[in-house]
């Protein structure tokens, strides 16, 4: 078959596809995911996760007078830092996106339910897809929603040093590569979670090896390293933290990447993720016996 | 016989769940009109409907719906509804809801959406109770709606896995009536059901099950003529019980003549029951008897159910 045949297939499956009904039913998928799992009593621990590190900055906020000089913004910031690039996007949202992503299909299947997804004239790629940008919209919400408060919370309490650094100084630029950072992290995750739920019954364990490899990535070779979420990541962090102590395993150093191609890098490992799922999903069977 | 395009074809379907025999060889061809599939607990009936709506695939065969595969979802979906066993539900749904967002997924816009979701509910009963969450309905509520989701589409065929499970006395009687104005309107309707005299009394043909092979498939009276082992039951109410009955009795393929007790009919046993009709038929021409009644006792469900499954017709 030539490269013209295999075009022109391409070109006719395209024109096949009922796009717009695909588009409704992502639509109504992801409504009615967003809905059943944005604020559920399921979710408690995952919200707790988001909101610990909120409640500690207002804490410090309301009791912690001493440090409103200006003197202290660096120091504000770097902690900041360490929030976001250590506390969410190594912990928080990868411990997050494992308990939304893997509940999608798997909690499907604890509760039954799944079969009903099933059928309905829907493809089964149409549903990866919809509970994906569901999963994605809920993690974002969250994620960002926390990290706007703890930016706020940071630099609030200096008053007009605060301003001036958030609105003339770097402020600004840190804040957008904060929520640059968490918006990809949940996607690179939730995509992996995503993934892994379709793979095994239970994610706890590929979990812990998903995180393991997440630390000990950077000292493979590069190739080896773009199959880890975080070394994208690292090349979009606003502030570079010499993290010494326990906290070091935490610390990944690879090689130096335009923002860019980490951007589009990590986006195209987690389509890759995502088109897996869509074959993974074609295995799934309704045996809610052996659940 | 219809073309394959138009009947539900299992081709040499077998499923296994590991080593654990699921269904095995299955092939037939399904006919518009009323199916029931029948056999005891672990016969593979559920595995049957599961295999025909995709839900599980087969480990050996072919099935295709009206010339579908599931391979082709939304062509498919669009033909078949399925009830199932699945007595569960997403958390907080209400019933209306229950119905409404899949007819959306089916592509229909809102405002077609709420007109059928109104009309499943009221076939099944169902519209008084629509905006209560479904956590709160009772098991035949439950039931009843998880019915209306699967009609709401209009589908050619449908499916339902023990439809009748939980349904008060006249609950049941309008679902049966539902399911026969269905078949009445060219649906495949495939059930699968304990009540085998409510089965029997719907059913075109019944597909028997056993141990996850078909026993025996197709019309129930074909299916009792093939039963050769046990002798076909006639019950003739006639006026010369005594006499009808010697002369039965001169046949070599009638085995018993049991005059009833109050006289006035004879229930025969008979290998060859056409032959029998046939020796009727001189008997009366003759006028030696003057017969009231001639019906078959044992070409029920019941009757076939207990002599190709052995069990006396209960819970299956």
Not at chain 1, 102 to 130: A, D
Not at chain 2, 32 to 44: D, K
Not at chain 2, 134 to 157: C, D, E, F, N, T
Not at chain 2, 213 to 221: L, N, T
């Amino acid at each position: 078959m030539s490269a013209d045949d295999v075009i022109m297939r391409a070109r006719k499956w395209m024109q096949e596809q009922p796009w717009e009904l695909y588009g409704t039913q992502v639509s109504v998928l992801v409504r009615n995911e967003v809905r059943r799992n944005l604020f559920t009593r399921r979710r408690l621990w995952v919200y707790l996760l988001v909101v610990i590190p909120v409640l500690i900055l207002l804490a410090h906020n309301l009791f912690g007078h001493d440090t409103t000089d200006a003197y202290y913004i660096e120091t504000e910031t770097r902690v900041l830092a360490g929030i976001v690039q250590l506390y969410y996007v190594r912990l928080g949202i990868f411990f997050a996106c494992m308990g939304i992503f893997t509940w999608l299909f798997r909690g499907e299947m604890v509760e039954r339910t799944l079969h009903y997804q099933f059928l309905v004239p829907v493809r089964r790629e149409v549903l990866v897809i919809g509970k994906f940008l569901a999963g994605t919209l809920i993690a974002i919400f969250l994620f960002e929603t926390a990290v706007l408060a703890c930016f706020y919370l940071t630099y609030s309490r200096f008053g007009a040093a605060g301003r001036a650094y958030v609105f003339d100084g770097p402020g600004l630029h840190q804040l957008s590569a904060y929520a640059l950072v968490t918006a990809l992290a949940c996607i690179g995750y939730g995509s992996v979670f995503l993934a892994l739920s379709l793979l095994f019954k239970n994610t706890i364990v590929p979990g812990i090896v998903l995180m393991g490899w997440e630390t000990i990535a950077p000292i493979f070779p590069t190739w080896a390293q773009r199959l880890s979420v975080t070394s994208y990541l690292r090349h979009l962090c606003p502030i570079s933290l010499p993290v010494e102590g326990p906290m070091a395993i935490f610390t990944v150093v690879t090689e130096p990447v335009s923002p860019v191609v980490a951007v589009v890098g990590l986006l195209c490992f987690s389509v890759a993720v995502i088109v897996l799922s869509c074959f993974l999903i074609d295995r799934i069977e309704i045996t809610y016996t052996v659940e | 016989m219809s073309s394959p395009d138009r009947q539900i074809v299992f081709e040499n379907v077998s499923k296994f769940y590991g080593e654990v025999l699921g269904v095995n060889r299955v092939t037939f061809a399904l006919d518009q009109g009323i199916t029931s599939l029948v056999g005891p607990n672990g016969s593979g009936k559920t595995t049957l409907m599961n295999l025909l709506t995709g839900l599980i695939t087969p480990s050996r065969g072919s099935i295709r719906v009206l010339g579908l595969t599931t391979r082709q979802p939304i062509e498919f979906f669009r033909q078949v509804g399925y009830c199932t066993q699945f007595d569960s539900f997403p958390p907080g749904t209400t019933g209306y809801d229950f119905i409404f967002w899949p007819l959306r997924l089916h592509g229909f816009g809102s405002k077609q959406a709420a007109k059928l979701t109104d009309e499943a509910l009221e076939r099944a009963g169902m519209a008084q109770v629509a905006k209560r969450k479904v956590a709160g309905y009772s098991k035949g509520m439950r039931q009843r709606i998880r019915l209306a989701q699967s009609i709401a589409h209009h589908p050619s065929v449908l499916v339902l896995d023990e439809p009748l499970n939980g349904l008060d006395p006249i609950a049941r009687a309008e679902a049966i009536a539902l399911f026969e104005s269905l078949a009445k309107q060219g649906l495949h309707v495939i059930i699968s059901s304990h009540i085998l005299e409510e089965v029997d009394r719907i059913s075109d043909r019944v597909v028997l099950m056993s141990s996850g092979y078909v026993v025996a498939e197709g019309q129930i009276r074909e299916v009792r003529k093939e039963v050769r082992d046990h002798p076909m039951q006639i019950l003739v109410r006639c006026s010369n019980a005594a006499r009808l009955a010697s002369a039965a009795f001169e046949l070599n393929h009638v085995v018993e003549a049991k005059i009833l007790n109050d006289g006035c009919g004879v229930l025969i046993r008979t290998r060859d029951a056409e032959q029998f009709y046939l020796l009727l038929n001189k008997i009366v021409c003759s006028g030696l008897i003057e017969v009231d009644a001639v019906a078959p006792a044992d070409d029920d469900v019941n009757s076939i159910y207990q002599y190709l499954i052995g069990s006396n017709g209960g819970p299956v």
